[in-house]
């Protein structure tokens, strides 16, 4: 499907004339500080008797401030808005623009919340927050994920408008909580389409950076990701008799066990395992990279329990990573995998076959998937075609997303982008500004392929 040379001029000059507007949303949205509220008080794990994720202070009600900050800009667009909210501080902005009859509907989503800044010092100029221009980029925590190319989504219909062009179909904006903690589900997308079904939409783009591999790369799935959390149990004894606890010739458990040393014979297991997947899950379609099931250890704390000076032998160690899947491996089949390979190491040690680690699987986000040969799908490689002049790049986001919980309704849904992904979730997070314009216009031509319009 080809876009008119014309309809693709008239939507890049009016990209262009907005990129100073967008830029300045971007800031807007970047110094307002939205940090998802589950990092502070992790809700949802509180029944597994884990009650804080992040130690550090958290702004809480910054989604309802950033939602509060778009609504008004959302009405200037013509949207009737209204809040869908599971509590008070965390409402989802929804903005409804009828089209003119005779089109496809669809939303666009993007989510308001950020993962934690960590220590302010770590950042540039000492202020995660600054939204400083600096090089070429725009820095600060949600520039990429998520409020580049939330800012985006809501520009490319000023682009539209200000484009001369009408759409045919309603076009729906979803400003969505929770997405870092996979409040989606409960409080996001999830709770708010099966209650009103005014927000089901004939499709969904999920506006994300989707690098890398590539710049805008249309995501048609993405990986499958779980917590595991392990907890291995020792024998406290004076640190003077731990070389008995391990060494040829003396009393071993009898006197005492370092329950590090136990968890790191856990973690070199997995491990392997890790590398095994890198040369053996591989993804037919060529959509995933190669590697990218993996089993990524996030943190390995042991201590005496109780008291944490070296002068006793750890009874205490606790292992905690994530396991990434191919969207086309099931949850099962990876945690039977996992699972058996860790009894393999137990039974072939004395201690831990007697004494076996604690294994919780605390969390399964599911991937989603829409066909490659799906309508959505074509608009959107029209639209990339166009603007990039090349042939569209398909592949697998690499981290999760709500496009699952749109899916789960059934609304068909997809995902890209303007951003790197490599800067996110991490310090100095920045967004590249010459990409702005592509993202604007890519969602602009994208909303007209798949809604319809009319000059």
């Known amino acids: 499907m080809s876009i008119d040379p014309e309809v693709h001029a008239r939507v890049s000059a009016a990209a262009g004339g907005l990129y100073d507007e967008t830029v300045q949303l971007i800031r807007e949205l970047v110094r307002i500080p939205s940090e998802s509220p589950n990092y502070a008080y992790a809700k949802i794990y509180r029944e597994r008797g884990y009650t804080k994720l992040y130690d550090a202070p958290v702004t809480l009600g910054g989604e309802k401030k950033v939602a509060e900050h778009l609504e008004p800009v959302f009405t200037a667009l013509g949207a009737e808005t209204f809040m869908e909210a599971k509590e008070p501080l965390r409402p989802n902005l929804i903005g409804i623009l009828p089209g003119s009859g005779g089109g496809r509907s669809l939303a666009l989503n993007a989510h308001t919340d950020t993962v934690p800044t960590g220590p302010h010092e770590e950042w540039r100029w000492g202020d995660p927050f600054s939204a400083r221009l600096e090089e070429g980029k725009l820095w600060g925590r949600g520039s990429t994920d998520d409020k580049g190319p939330l800012a985006c989504m809501i520009k490319a219909v000023e682009v539209i408008r200000r484009a001369g062009?009408?759409?045919?179909?309603e076009l729906q904006l979803h400003a969505t909580v929770?997405?870092?903690t996979m409040d989606g589900k409960t409080h996001g997308p999830g709770y708010f389409l099966p209650r009103n079904p005014r927000c089901v939409t004939d499709?969904?783009?999920?506006?994300e950076s989707s690098a890398p591999p590539h710049r805008h790369g249309i995501c048609l799935a993405s990986g499958g990701a779980s917590w595991l959390h392990?907890?291995?149990?020792?024998?406290?004894?004076h640190a003077a008799m731990g070389y008995r606890t391990y060494r040829m010739g003396y009393e071993g458990g009898e006197v005492g066990m370092d329950a590090?040393?136990?968890?790191?014979?856990?973690?070199?297991?997995?491990?392997?395992?890790d590398e095994e997947w890198a040369s053996t899950k591989l993804d037919p379609r060529g959509l995933t990279p190669m590697g990218y099931p993996s089993i990524i250890t996030a943190w390995i704390h042991?201590?005496?329990?109780?008291?944490?000076?070296p002068f006793f032998v750890a009874d205490h160690c606790e292992l905690g990573a994530a396991v990434w899947r191919d969207p086309q491996d099931r949850y099962e089949r990876v945690?039977?995998?996992v699972d058996d390979r860790i009894q393999s190491i137990c039974r072939m040690d004395p201690w831990l076959?007697?004494?076996?680690?604690?294994?919780?699987w605390r969390l399964d986000w599911p991937p989603f998937r829409i066909e490659q040969d799906h309508p959505l799908v074509s608009a959107a490689g029209s639209a990339y075609e166009t603007v990039l002049g090349q042939e569209p790049r398909y592949m697998t986001w690499q981290p999760v997303s709500d496009a699952r919980f749109y899916q789960e309704c059934g609304v068909p849904s997809l995902l890209m982008g303007p951003g790197d992904y490599r800067r996110a979730h991490c310090y100095d997070e920045y967004l590249e500004l010459d990409q702005i314009v592509e993202g604007l216009t890519i969602y602009a031509l994208t909303i007209l392929e798949w809604c319809g319009f009319e000059a």
């Open 302 to 309: 042991g201590h005496p329990k109780g008291i944490e000076i």
């Open 230 to 237: 392990i907890e291995v149990t020792g024998k406290p004894v």
């Open 178 to 180: 929770g997405e870092e």
């Open 260 to 273: 590090i040393g136990k968890a790191l014979k856990i973690y070199r297991g997995l491990a392997e395992l």
């Open 353 to 360: 076959r007697e004494n076996p680690p604690d294994v919780q």
């Open 335 to 337: 945690r039977k995998e």
């Open 203 to 207: 499709a969904c783009l999920v506006c």
């Open 165 to 169: 062009l009408r759409l045919r179909g």
